[in-house]
């Protein structure tokens, strides 16, 4: 019996950890394939307007969907309109505050809005929610860029190339943060540890703003010339 109920308790205290809104109430298939075809729209860019008539229709159906909030949010950005864009990042955090994705979404739509410091706020709540995901390092450290916090930006990028060294996106980030630094021979000796494990991409060297800087260093040119 005591058994019985401690299985009881930690299943109570496992769904408490879910964001509000998915685990009460899962979505219905016709609303899941309207939150993931809303969400290829956006992502491939090729219809706002779809992406954003989509996942209306899942937020009218399920207001506190926390997940659908943060996609409108980012449609609505994507948009230009930014208020209302911030609107939704506000409601997704109030919703699920202790979910790192709401956050950064939030951090992304006031930085975009000019809300520095809710942006910066933001930010590092985020960071202390993610532990173990390389790609929202990335994300971290690119925002933390944007916000002039290049400290920040070295120690999130630093973190997702150690949490994942096969993730070429933490090899260009944290080479763009050397270089914005002015370590060269730092942002090289990254690039070429990444071009020998054969995870990148030389176009992607020569056309990225930051990484340009760097082609012509003697460590970095065999690899991209």
């Known amino acids: ?22 685990a009460q109430n899962v979505r219905s298939p016709d609303l899941n394939a309207q939150y993931h075809r809303a969400e290829t729209a956006w992502k491939s860019g090729a219809s706002m307007l779809e992406a954003k008539a989509r996942v209306d229709r899942v937020l009218e159906a399920r207001p506190d ?12 950005m994507g948009m230009g309109r930014l208020d209302d864009a911030l609107r939704d990042a506000r409601r997704a955090v109030a919703v699920a505050p202790r979910t790192a994705t709401s956050q950064l979404v939030l951090c992304e739509v006031a930085r975009h809005a000019g809300e520095r410091e809710v942006a910066a706020q933001a930010l590092q709540d985020a960071s202390e929610l993610v532990f173990d995901d390389a790609a929202l390092h ?7 860029v944007l916000l002039e916090q290049v400290e920040k930006a070295e120690a999130f990028a630093r973190t997702a190339l150690a ?8 090899y ?8 914005l630094q002015g370590e060269d021979e730092a942002a090289a000796t990254v ?22 800087d760097i082609t012509d260093h003697p460590v970095v040119r065999p690899y991209v010339n």
């Open 1 to 22: 019996m005591d058994r019985y109920v401690l299985l009881v308790w930690f299943l109570v205290c496992g769904l408490v950890l879910v964001e509000p809104g998915m």
């Open 65 to 76: 969907d926390a997940e659908a909030l943060r996609l409108r949010a980012q449609v609505l």
């Open 138 to 144: 990335v994300r971290l450290s690119w925002n933390a």
């Open 163 to 170: 949490l994942d060294g096969e993730n070429p996106s933490a």
């Open 172 to 179: 260009y980030q944290l080479a763009r943060v050397f270089v």
């Open 191 to 212: 690039l070429r540890n990444g071009f020998q494990r054969a995870l990148l991409d030389p176009s992607t060297v020569r056309s990225d703003s930051v990484l340009t």
